[in-house]
């Protein structure tokens, strides 16, 4: 299998079927690295944005969801409220900084 | 008269359920609604396209057949960058999960009268979301039983600070079903409201109606990418969940 020689150039047959399968990876690879950053850069962008809002936004309800219900069960209004909201917050940053910290990795 | 049209009919009108077909079983209302419909709806078209995608099985695939391919790729790679080898197994319910999605948020979009977004709906979103976090917990806890927790404690950490950073990991991961559930919805929400708003400035506008009609057109492409990307959004999150579960942060 001589995969990385070209085919000599006195015969005219079409390249071997042996290296096809590498061709149309390199291929491939060629057309999505052309593809890759021009296909919607802006609606990308905007997903980005929107995920890293809810993820804030979220864990905050969550947070503070957790917290409202303590305090009516406990008796403790609004105490737990605050000490869970505040806990929610940096939950929702974490959460933000983590999926970050992915996508940077991911490029 | 048009205005008061207008106000009859405003642009969150398009969210109301309808009940179609009214049942009550023991005062709970169970009735067959356009939600409902609209979910029949999607599951039977998912069914019917794979169906006829893959009858043919060519060698080269058609154009039903090649939208199917990728489709397929589509999730099969989301899943094995994001949870590996093991995720094979879990390939049937994200890929219906996405499919299905994608489908309520296509239909969504299809500008007939009585048309209806599924997925717009936080309920409907939430309890897709919810199942998938109660799976991933006990995927997760089946695996590793006990040593699961170890999720909310990253490695490295001293120990002093685990009292403060254990209830922020907790609520970071309860906050999963929310953030995904409000993710879609808000997303179909807002745009059909705004592509409505538009729409409504079109009539309103009379000859001058041009101008808001391009944009709604402009709007439309945006949503269809859209809808494309929340349904993709939705199932590469629940890869990354399904990842934490069964790899435990390690990689």
């Given amino acids: 299998m001589t995969d990385d020689k070209p085919p000599p150039p006195a015969d005219r047959t079409p390249p071997a079927l042996g290296d096809f399968g590498q061709r149309l990876r390199r291929a491939q690879g060629e057309s999505e690295q052309t593809q890759g950053p ?31 219900f303590l305090d009516r069960w406990l008796g403790t209004r609004p105490w737990l409220l605050l000490v869970f909201l505040t806990l929610g917050m940096a939950a929702g940053m974490l959460n933000a900084f983590r999926e970050a910290k992915r996508l940077e990795r991911e490029g | ?21 009214p049942i009550h079983i023991g005062g709970i209302d169970a009735s067959f609604t ?26 080269v695939p058609g154009r039903l057949q090649s939208l199917a391919e990728a489709a397929y790729g589509l999730v099969a790679s989301a899943l094995r960058d994001n949870v590996g080898p093991e995720g094979k197994k879990y390939f049937p319910f994200v890929f219906s999960l996405f499919m299905f999605i994608l489908f309520a948020n296509f239909i969504g979009l299809i500008p007939v009268p009585g048309s209806f977004t599924v ?4 309920i409907v979103t939430f309890a897709l979301a919810f199942f998938i976090f109660v799976m991933v917990t006990l995927i997760g806890l089946a695996r590793h039983k006990l040593h699961f927790f170890s999720l909310f404690l990253p490695a490295g950490v001293p120990i002093y600070l685990a009292p403060l950073l ?22 179909m929400l807002a745009g059909h409201t705004m592509l409505e708003v538009f729409a409504g400035f079109v009539i309103a506008l009379g000859i001058f109606g041009f101008a808001p009609f391009l944009f709604v057109i402009a709007i439309y492409g945006l949503e269809v990418i859209v809808a494309f990307l929340q349904a993709y959004v939705f199932a590469v999150l629940t890869c990354l969940y399904l990842s934490d579960a069964i790899n435990l942060h390690k990689h």
Avoid: C, K
Wanted: hydrophobic residues 55%; proline residues 3%.
């Fill in chain 1, 38 to 68: 021009a296909s919607g850069v802006n609606s990308r962008g905007l997903g980005l944005a929107f995920r890293m809002a809810t993820e804030l936004v979220a864990a905050l309800i969550v947070g503070g969801g957790i917290g409202w």
């Fill in chain 2, 1 to 21: 008269m048009e205005h008061e049209e207008a106000a009859a009919h405003g642009p969150l009108d398009q969210f109301t359920i309808d009940r179609l077909i």
């Fill in chain 2, 34 to 59: 356009n939600a409902a419909l609209f979910m029949l709806i999607s599951v039977a078209l998912v069914t019917w396209f794979l169906m006829a995608a893959t009858r043919g099985g060519s060698l």
């Fill in chain 2, 119 to 122: 997925t717009s709906h936080i």
């Fill in chain 2, 166 to 187: 254990v209830p922020i990991e907790i609520i970071g991961y309860l906050t999963r079903p929310i953030s995904l559930s409000v993710r879609l919805a808000a997303n």
